[in-house]
């Protein structure tokens, strides 16, 4: 946290000093408009043609001005962005709030994993996680939690996060960049929409004929200005009106182009200062590596492209303001940005997406790197081909490390394990507490342990489902569907399997049955996991495998009439209850 609070003081200053340049400049910018101003009134006064150097003198002196002013503007927006960026870091890691996107949109039932291991919404997982600030890095972090990756790409994965991790201001501009205009789905998909369109096509004899008449009109008004005749003045005028006439031909060509989203072309100016970070910084983990040289083809690079396609936008956007129409009746300024647009589609169409995905896979890779660097003590997993799992001191890593119980597990001797503990005693959590990690090791993230040496597997989980209304279907029948997914998945390949109190919606004698019907499934279909129960019977069946099977438990303390939980995990069943003893003390019964 300390380093936080050292970037916070650091971009508070230099926002100080930037409000103090900005008002400056302002302020000479000023000066030099009212200097202007009374020295174009001297001019045009009789006699006084010498005060055109110094009216020349200001009007360049304006115009740096103006750009200097523009330079500051930016700078200040993008120190706001930083010194914000770390008061939400300082914030989040004291435990105040979770400023950032929560991910409640990737919400799955259906999936695997992500809804039983509490990975997007409030507080979930992906809410902790999440350091992005385009939609591109919103959905690609939401994918790679969701989408296992194979072993080679685990460690690759892997160095490159390491690689990231140290790199805390560069992480942190990335992220400031896409701050200072936020963009949204709509944007990205008006744009993708317009890169997919098909090119019209814009007559050259249209573009090289506005380009004679505007030489024309131009020359005309230059004769004009010299030699006030009338004829001259009226050809002149005819040819501006023949420039606006060639607008209006292709007014319609001009209006599709037009994105049906605000600021697109700011939004595109910060995409292309995003990809020109990246492009500039040096890496050497291969995943970066690769990810750079996608930015890159031929003699372009893609941050040049989309500036240039920001800055055409920019100028088509303009077509609907009247005043700034008219100039087309002097120039064809909106003829020649509608050719360059067509000719920017046909050259760099195909690319945008791929250059935008780059954008979204390095700020996904950001926020695995800002998790491992506020998480030090944090290990990347070994990984093995032997379906050999464990894990020392293993925890949960949304719980505090001043709170958290650590455990450890070992599948290597006994693949499957029954877990019994009573209420509250922590099955659930030590269950969400293995799948997590699981799921982290398969995405090359570091995992909340001292110690781990992972064969990676496919993560199946059924925990907590709910009730499909909308296809009527019961808590039983979702459940049952669940388990059924999780047969089917097993007879593929080995699975990481975790089961929490499975068939809840049946009567006992029929869930101890098919529970245990379940778990010697597992064990047939070769499965790695566990499954939590009350019901001690089940624990049994570890006499049918006993090189397979093993029972697990949390236990219970009642000391001083209080319940005392330590959430360590032990050998064997667990013997003490607290229901009745809870019940009793609440006056329940």
């Known amino acids: 946290m300390n380093e936080y609070e050292e970037l916070t003081i650091r971009h508070a200053k230099v926002l100080k000093d930037l409000a103090k340049r900005y008002n400056l400049i302002s302020g000479v910018r000023l000066l030099f408009a009212l200097a202007f101003a009374i020295n174009l009134y001297f001019y045009i006064q009789p006699g006084n043609t010498f005060l055109i150097i110094p009216l020349i003198i200001l009007a360049v002196a304006f115009l740096q001005a103006v750009r200097v002013h523009q330079s500051v503007s930016w700078k200040k927006l993008l120190n706001t962005a930083l010194l914000k960026t770390n008061r939400h870091e300082i914030s989040y890691l004291k435990g105040k709030e979770i400023p950032f996107e929560s991910g409640s949109e990737f919400i799955d039932t259906s999936h695997s994993y992500s809804y039983d291991l509490d990975f997007f919404g409030k507080y979930s997982f992906f809410h902790n996680l999440n350091r992005t600030s385009t939609r591109m890095g919103n959905r690609q972090l939401a994918s790679s939690l969701l989408s296992p990756l194979p072993p080679q790409e685990i460690l690759n994965t892997q160095q490159a996060i390491r690689e990231l991790e140290p790199k805390i201001d560069w992480r942190q501009e990335v992220m400031a960049l896409g701050k200072i205009k936020p963009d949204s789905d709509e944007s990205y998909k008006a744009l993708m929409k317009w890169a997919a369109k098909k090119n019209p096509k814009v007559s050259k004899a249209i573009v090289a004929g506005s380009y004679i008449t505007s030489s024309l009109l131009l020359a005309s008004i230059f004769i004009y200005f010299y030699t006030p005749l009338e004829i001259v003045g009226n050809i002149s005028f005819l040819l501006f009106l023949f420039n606006l006439v060639l607008l209006g031909t292709q007014i319609k060509k001009i209006q599709a182009e037009i994105i049906d989203s605000s600021e697109i072309d700011k939004i595109l100016k910060q995409y292309s200062l995003i990809l020109e970070k990246i492009e500039e910084e040096p890496f050497e983990s291969s995943k970066l590596e690769n990810l750079k040289n996608g930015l890159q083809e031929g003699d372009f690079t893609a941050s040049r492209k989309i500036e240039q396609l920001s800055a055409l936008f920019a100028k088509m956007d303009h077509v609907q303001n009247f005043l700034a129409g008219l100039v087309n009746g002097f120039f064809p300024f909106h003829i020649l940005t509608l050719d360059a647009l067509i000719k920017w589609r046909k050259e760099c169409s195909t690319h945008v997406s791929q250059w935008l995905d780059v954008i979204g896979k390095i700020e996904a890779l950001s926020s695995l790197a800002n998790f491992a660097h506020n998480n030090p003590s944090y290990i990347y997993p070994v990984l093995n081909d032997s379906k050999e799992i464990s894990f020392k001191d293993l925890g949960h890593p949304l719980i505090s490390a001043e709170t958290r119980v650590s455990n450890d597990v070992t599948f290597n001797s006994h693949s499957f394990f029954i877990l019994t503990g009573s209420n509250m005693s922590g099955k659930s959590t030590f269950l969400r507490t293995l799948g997590i990690n699981m799921v982290l090791t398969t995405i090359g993230a570091p995992v909340c342990a001292t110690k781990a040496n992972v064969h990676p597997l496919p993560v199946l989980v059924s925990m907590r489902l709910s009730d499909s209304l909308n296809e009527s279907e019961s808590y039983f029948f979702a459940e049952v ?68 099977l093993e029972n697990k438990c949390f236990e219970v303390e009642i000391s001083n009439n209080e319940l005392v939980f330590d959430y360590k995990l032990r050998n064997g069943i667990c013997r003490n209850k607290s229901a009745t003893f809870l019940m009793e003390k609440m006056g329940v019964i």
């Open 481 to 548: 569907k669940r388990l059924k997914e999780i047969m089917d998945g097993l007879e593929s390949e080995t699975g990481f399997v975790l089961l929490d109190e499975i068939l809840r919606g049946t009567n006992s004698d029929d869930k101890r049955s098919g529970t245990i019907e379940v778990i010697r499934n597992m064990v047939a279909k070769k499965a790695i996991g566990m499954i939590a129960t009350h019901d001690l019977e089940v624990c049994n069946t570890v006499n049918e495998h006993p090189n397979i």
